[in-house]
């Protein structure tokens, strides 16, 4: 707006006073209608504002600012000159059901003819980061909630744990705080406890193991436990600590377990691993445990049995190679399957007794990389009688599958398998072709494109039929 239309200022004093200080300005006549609207900034724009000439001032109002225009009206009505008049918020109601846009104004009046000149400062933004304020004041609330609530619950659990805990400075290892069970152990030492160093608290003769498992904690984050001796009182204990940092400063946690306790609590966390040693040391299969490389770390008795070894004599320390069928092969082909898969199921081979002949075995395996240290476990059983069974005068049936074929691989060689094969699809095509005859060897061998005499002489080295007489003859 350049000019307010009919009013007794100056055009250019007005403009300059508007365009300076106001965000939004009003010239509203003697009974409260708006006459002309100046936006000072374009994006002081209030949406629906470019309506409001010929509306009364209170129109375009929320109900909750209409007894503040009322007010500013009668205010500046009384004034007959222009002084500083007390600002008020109103806020602007948006079309569509928008949130209100709130303006803080002060009015005045303009010459001599009851007008009024409005002057507004658009509040949205100073409301932004009022709201944005609250927001953060309460998130700050909720997690200062939270961590009083945490910190409850630890100091409870910190309080009433059975087990001895104190809490020292890393760098000192001055005792910062002890719980109630550290306190009754130390007996009449606890009063001297907080706030001097924790070595000074332990004999003599521990001292030195208990200094480099903290140095070890603070400089590496872990450290093997260590027994201690009070200096209290002469009681034995087991030491733990971990490292944590607070307030920008590192502190140890400190755990102390009697040693009678200890030495229970360990026994009871082997006792499923001694009995799992034990089942696997009877088990009837070879057992066998290598390193990555395929050293024996060790065997039940089931595998010094399978492979004869003499007497006080272990596998320990020797390569497994040396007692499988295909030396240099069948080792490599199955740590090459564990790297990749992890797990080996029913692998054929034979194993080489240090007497006797070798025997057929499956052998199944699994690798255990997170061991201590890694390692690989094979166990290996025994199937030359399973194989023998069912083949008369011990000669070995012919495969009746591809997966029977497969089966062969690793205890048949190559060439044997493709001989066999061979047989397999010759005699197949013979039964096919005196079914297909009615058992007329005649038509058969012709249908083969095969001699009669060369027919004979499969069907005998096949065993088929009786080889008296000849249905074709």
Not at 207 to 231: C, I, K
Not at 236 to 258: K, M, T
Request: hydrophobic letters at 45%; charged letters at 25%.
């Amino acid at each position: 707006m350049n000019q307010f239309e009919g009013a007794d200022i100056d055009a250019r004093a007005a403009a300059a006073l508007i365009t300076a200080t106001s965000d939004v300005a009003l010239l509203i006549d003697g009974q409260g209608v708006i006459r002309d609207v100046s936006i000072g900034r374009e994006e002081s724009a209030i949406e629906g504002s470019d309506g409001w000439v010929g509306r009364h001032w209170l129109e375009t109002v929320t109900v909750e600012s209409r007894p503040k225009v009322l007010a500013m009206l009668k205010d500046a009505s009384n004034d007959a000159l222009i002084a500083p008049a007390a600002w008020r918020q109103l806020n602007h109601p948006i079309p569509g059901g928008g949130a209100d846009v709130p303006v803080l104004y002060s009015a005045l009046p303009v010459g001599k003819q009851g007008k009024v000149l409005a002057v507004g400062r658009d509040l949205r933004t100073v409301a932004t980061l009022q709201q944005r304020l609250v927001d953060a004041q309460q998130a700050m609330e909720r997690d200062y909630l939270r961590l009083r609530q945490t910190e409850a619950r630890y100091r409870l659990l910190f309080e009433t744990v059975s087990e001895a805990v104190i809490v020292a400075d890393a760098s000192t290892l001055a005792v910062v705080e002890a719980n109630p069970a550290a306190l009754r152990l130390f007996g009449d030492g606890a009063k001297r406890l907080i706030g001097r160093s924790f070595l000074d608290s332990i004999d003599g003769g521990s001292r030195s193991a208990t200094a480099a498992l903290l140095s070890s904690v603070r400089n590496a984050g872990r450290g093997e436990d260590v027994t201690l001796r009070l200096a209290s009182n002469g009681h034995e204990f087991a030491l733990s600590a971990s490292l944590f940092r607070q307030d920008g400063g590192a502190l140890l946690l400190l755990r102390l377990v009697p040693r009678a306790a200890a030495v229970a609590a360990e026994a009871a966390r082997m006792a499923p691993e001694v009995g799992l040693l034990r089942a696997l040391d009877r088990l009837p299969d070879a057992f066998v445990v290598t390193d990555l490389q395929g050293r024996v770390l060790t065997a039940n008795a089931s595998f010094t049995e399978l492979a004869q070894l003499a007497s006080g004599e272990s596998p320990v320390g020797q390569s497994l190679d040396r007692w499988l069928g295909r030396s240099g092969v069948d080792l490599n082909v199955m740590m090459g399957t564990l790297k990749q898969h992890g797990v080996v199921r029913l692998f054929p081979t034979t194993l080489r007794p240090a007497y006797g002949s070798p025997l057929k075995v499956e052998i199944s395996a699994v690798a255990v990389p997170e061991g201590d240290p890694p390692c690989l476990g094979f166990t290996i059983r025994d199937v030359e009688r399973r194989l023998a069974s069912g083949t008369p005068g011990g000669g070995r049936e012919l495969p009746r599958s591809a997966g029977q074929l497969a089966e062969l691989v690793g205890r048949v060689p190559m060439k044997d398998i493709v001989s066999e094969t061979t047989d397999l699809i010759e005699r197949m095509c013979i039964e096919a072709a005196l079914e297909l005859t009615g058992d007329n060897r005649a038509s058969a061998a012709e249908m083969l494109g095969l001699s009669r005499q060369s027919l004979y002489v499969k069907l005998r080295r096949y065993g088929m039929g009786d080889l008296g007489g000849d249905s074709g003859s």
